[in-house]
């Protein structure tokens, strides 16, 4: 047993380069298969060992709707007992939120409902203190690669998830005997617009993490730490869920909505911050109001609005400087001829007047992460041991995380995909998914929809014995709408950080209809990919 360990800690310190499943994921899928043989039984679906169908649940992104949204499909499908057919679940953005809070309970699948209620009355009554927020800040700048990810994570994902989760993702390593194989996935930003040459897919799980396609893979415990030539230099801390959740669900990494929550979340932070500050610390109190009014001329940049009260605050707030630097006057380039501020102006003189501000490096760090906008740094264990790579939320490139489930040393022959976007077009993430598989020639159903309506509960894209069959499940439909689907999309936006019960409640209803109300589908679905695996099989002997 010693020998195994020693061998498992020489192997975790080095890049692994190959296609093959790791020893602890393949080791699972044997052993779920034969949880999956005796669940189809109950169903009165009988085959061998080898015939047992490899099913991915894939969970698309969608922020708290896609959180709240993958808890009452895995809920339903544990009611329809088909649960335990299942061998993979993977999941992009607020899909992951989900699966984090599961996996922290080993074994969750066989306590569903007391997990269930758990989840439910955190994000309906829970709260993270701001002092909680502000502690988490400081623990994660004394990471080597602080970037707006770790903000992000602390400020503003802690909020929507309503906790701090300092548990590392390895920590649920062979905890999850009775569940599937659990996959996050993100990108690597580096790649993303040229992913006919470069493998942006990235996958994390809790034995390995690296790219899908590329087969290039290092142990989870060392994710971050610092490589040269394939072998571990210098360990780094392993990311906490807090982080991963915070990574994978960064979906907004180059829009507007991100930019804003931010800049609020900060401002919250720097009133709390000025606050704690006793009346003799007139110098810090100062500066924390000049970068409340720095931070809101950002936001008057992100929405076009008159940014000339807060140019004002600025230089009032700023006039003591302006006499001994002579260099801190608002540079009248600042503005455009249509009185609107310069974002390029504004961020170097962020930048500057951030430099002045040696008390408060903590707010001072934040935002210039924010002005420079540098999302999920890491060391990049593929090439030196200073190199560092970009990861962000998957769902910029392809709002499911279709490519782990392709991943041809899986296997799988059946997707589940629940789509829980809201796009006018819900064809888009198995249409995109088509697209992305013909351009990289990777098996892929034909995805043919212009016959088809575009607003049921369920669709079935066939494949073959070398293709896998995706079944797609928009979350919001004709079925469990009836006639208000506009009405339930915009009850849950996607940028509404907070739900009631009852909206948590309700959606967790809508959700599991789609399970239930297509069970038998579903089922019939199953016995297709088992009987073309069968005759697969016989036509080979």
């Not at 300092?166 to 996959?183: F, G, M, V, W």
């Not at 804003?260 to 606050?275: N, P, R, S």
């Amino acid at each position: 047993m010693d020998q195994i360990r020693n061998c498992e800690s020489v192997c975790s310190s080095k890049v692994r380069i190959g296609h093959s499943l790791n020893e602890a994921e393949s080791q699972h899928v044997i052993r779920r298969r034969k949880i999956v043989l005796q669940c189809l039984r109950q169903h009165g679906i009988f085959c061998s060992e080898a015939e047992v169908p490899n099913i991915a649940v894939l969970g698309s992104g969608g922020g708290l709707r896609a959180m709240v949204g993958l808890l009452g499909s895995l809920y339903q499908l544990e009611e329809v007992r088909l649960l335990d057919c299942i061998m993979y679940l993977s999941g992009v953005s607020g899909s992951t939120w989900c699966m984090a809070s599961l996996y922290r309970e080993p074994d969750w699948s066989t306590k569903l409902e007391t997990v269930k209620e758990s989840i439910i009355q955190r994000l309906a009554h829970g709260r993270v203190s701001c002092q909680d927020k502000c502690h988490k800040l400081r623990k994660y700048m004394e990471k080597p690669n602080f970037s707006l990810t770790d903000v992000w994570a602390a400020l503003v994902v802690s909020n929507s998830v309503n906790e701090i989760d300092e548990h590392k993702l390895t920590e649920q390593r062979s905890k999850y005997a009775n569940d599937p194989y659990p996959i996050y996935t993100v990108i690597d930003k580096q790649c993303k617009h040229k992913r006919l040459k470069a493998d942006p897919w990235f996958e994390i799980t809790p034995d390995e993490s690296g790219y899908s396609l590329t087969g290039a893979f290092v142990d989870s415990s060392c994710l971050g730490s610092q490589f040269e030539n394939g072998k571990k230099i210098k360990d780094q801390p392993e990311m906490d869920m807090l982080y991963l959740q915070g990574l994978c669900g960064s979906a907004l990494a180059e829009g507007f909505e991100i930019a804003t929550e931010i800049c609020w979340e900060l401002i919250h932070l720097i009133k709390y911050m000025e606050e704690s500050y006793t009346s003799d610390a007139s110098d810090v109190q100062n500066g924390c109001q000049v970068l409340s009014a720095l931070l809101h001329l950002h936001l008057c940049a992100l929405t076009d609005e008159d940014p000339s009260v807060h140019c004002k605050t600025v230089n009032d707030l700023l006039k003591d400087k302006y006499d001994e630097t002579g260099q801190m006057t608002l540079p009248i380039n600042l503005m455009t001829s249509e009185g609107m501020i310069s974002t390029t102006e504004l961020r170097d003189y962020t930048l500057r007047v951030c430099s002045y501000f040696c008390d408060l490096l903590d707010v001072v760090k934040c935002i210039k992460n924010v002005v420079c906008w540098t999302w999920g740094t890491t060391y990049n264990y593929l090439n030196n041991m200073t190199e560092t790579r970009d990861y962000e939320d998957a769902g910029l490139l392809l709002n499911s995380p279709y490519f782990s489930a392709l991943r041809q040393e899986r296997h799988i022959d059946l997707i589940i995909s629940l789509d829980f976007s809201v796009d006018d077009n819900p064809f888009e993430t198995v249409e995109g998914a088509a697209k992305m598989c013909k351009d990289l020639h990777i098996p892929f159903p034909e995805v043919d929809t212009s016959h088809l309506e575009k607003s049921q509960d369920l669709y079935v894209f066939r494949g073959s014995s070398k293709v896998p069959t995706v079944i797609h499940m928009p979350l919001f439909n004709a079925v469990n709408c009836k006639g208000e689907i506009e009405k339930w999309k915009d009850r849950y936006c996607t940028f509404k950080s907070h739900y009631s019960y009852s909206d948590i409640t309700d959606l967790l209803g809508k959700a599991g209809l789609n399970i239930k109300n297509n069970k038998e589908k579903l089922l019939k679905e199953i016995e297709n990919v088992i009987k073309e695996k069968r005759t697969s099989k016989l036509g080979k002997i």
